[in-house]
């Protein structure tokens, strides 16, 4: 089977990830909400930090409602999205120095990582939106934090959110051309 079949397969039957992102809205939606509260900054990572608990049964339960196959069993390539996904949790050392260290700036390394660990999916696959998005999400939040300073740190969540469906829609577009 030739390469670029295989992923284009994966990116038809695995409809782009979609059901990944549209979880990841909700999670940053709900960070969003947790960073808009009037509370200590210490609470609000650790509260983000369990948001993200919700993000795989969330992932799995969204790709199952718009029939997307998320496992690939049948697809050579098919256990290579799950190890792109999980080299994001590889990335959380330096959320959790973040945490401890520079607790206003634990959002910015987390929007950044979250936005980054998008960039291999572009080859998996094979999917433009992807090798985009994955660079201007890094760095529309790194600029974002910088200019904020420590405040209104929500805009940097909800600002991720609307990159998100951006990248959704786009990657909706890649999926229908594919699949027609």
Not at 104 to 111: G, R
């Amino acid at each position: 089977m030739e390469l670029n079949k295989i992923r284009n397969e994966l990116s038809i039957k695995g409809k782009n990830g979609i059901g990944f992102l549209l979880a990841a809205v909700v999670i940053w939606s709900i960070i969003t909400i947790i960073f808009f509260q009037q509370l200590e900054i210490q609470q609000k990572n650790i509260f983000m930090l369990f948001s993200t608990g919700l993000m795989f049964p969330l992932a799995i339960a969204i790709s199952t409602l718009i029939k997307a196959d998320w496992k690939m069993k049948n697809n050579p390539f098919g256990s290579l999205g799950s190890y792109l996904n999980l080299a994001q949790i590889i990335y959380f050392p330096i959320l959790f120095w973040a945490i401890i260290k520079s607790p206003d700036d634990a959002i910015i390394f987390f929007a950044i990582i979250t936005g980054a660990h998008f960039f291999p999916y572009g080859w998996f696959y094979n999917a433009r939106p992807f090798y985009i998005m994955a660079p201007i999400m890094s760095v529309v939040i790194m600029f974002l934090g910088l200019y904020l300073n420590g405040e209104n740190l929500w805009v940097i969540p909800l600002t991720l959110v609307i990159l998100l469906v951006v990248a959704i829609i786009w990657l909706r577009f890649d999926y229908k051309n594919k699949s027609n």
